[in-house]
Nanobody, 121 residues
Framework: QVQLVESGGGLVQAGGSLRLSCAASGIFFSINAMGWYRQAPGKQRELVAA???????NYADSVKGRFTISRDNAKNTVYLQMNSLKPEDTAVYYC???????????????WGQGTQVTVSS
């Protein structure tokens, strides 16, 4: 069974930093895109950052210049370095990947379990 395991969330003061990790494990053929989403209470889930297997990246306007997404294809792991954190960054952060279970299978979407990030003022 393919799984995404997230880690790195926690409580931090405004202006601090956190580094989230998301590792894909299990049997699969390949991974396409990986990214991070977040959902705060009362709000819709939104894209934070994403990266393709080719290395292209995109960020939400609210995190540009503060967050950096990176990827280690050999380890099937994606990271989110979060600097200059603000209280409005408080949310549950979810890792997401688009992957192929086999060479002739359609693309599938897999979500991680979520990790809480809380930024105090």
């Amino acid at each position: 069974q393919v799984q995404l395991v997230e880690s790195g969330g926690g409580l931090v003061q405004a202006g601090g930093s956190l580094r989230l990790s998301c590792a894909a494990s299990g049997i699969f053929f390949s991974i396409n895109a990986m990214g991070w989403y977040r959902q705060a209470p009362g709000k819709q889930r939104e894209l934070v950052a994403a990266t393709t297997s080719g290395g292209s990246t995109n960020y939400a306007d609210s995190v540009k210049g503060r967050f950096t997404i990176s990827r280690d294809n050999a380890k099937n792991t994606v990271y989110l370095q979060m600097n200059s954190l603000k209280p409005e960054d408080t949310a549950v952060y979810y890792c997401k990947t688009d992957f192929y279970r086999g060479a002739w299978y359609p693309i599938e979407v897999l979500w991680g379990q979520g990790t809480q990030v809380t930024v105090s003022s």
